[in-house]
Nanobody, 124 residues
Framework: QVQLVESGGGLVQAGGSLRLSCAAS????????LGWFRQAPGKEREFVAA????????VYADSVKGRFTVSRDNAKNTGYLQMNSLKPEDTAVYYC?????????????????WGQGTQVTVSS
């Protein structure tokens, strides 16, 4: 299992930027896909972005394409989600997740390890 801890959330005005980090520990020597999901109040958890084990392949939700960038630094066992041009509708708790494998997926059911989440609030 991989243990995950997110950081970097906060309050930002619309149009601003935030960078979330996801520190991994535990079975980090394995090959794992890193994903980001979010959940707004009263809504289901939704996929945001994911990155392949060595960072070559990325996948994004349509709602964040062109604004968010997912990446990872395996030497530091850390993943990142750079969020630019933030909108009020991006307000949510953001979670990073991992699963042992190589195929990039957007399905939450594939991810076996989850962080505790970090709040992102975008004011209008």
């Amino acid at each position: 299992q991989v243990q995950l801890v997110e950081s970097g959330g906060g309050l930002v005005q619309a149009g601003g930027s935030l960078r979330l980090s996801c520190a991994a520990s535990g079975r980090t020597s394995g090959t794992y896909v890193l994903g980001w999901f979010r959940q707004a109040p009263g809504k289901e958890r939704e996929f945001v972005a994911a990155v392949s084990p060595i960072g070559i392949r990325t996948v994004y939700a349509d709602s964040v394409k062109g604004r968010f960038t997912v990446s990872r630094d395996n030497a530091k066992n850390t993943g990142y989600l750079q969020m630019n041009s933030l909108k009020p509708e991006d307000t949510a708790v953001y979670y990073c997740a991992a699963y042992i494998g190589i195929g990039v997926t957007s399905s939450a059911r594939d991810f076996g390890s989850w962080g505790q989440g970090t709040q992102v609030t975008v004011s209008s």
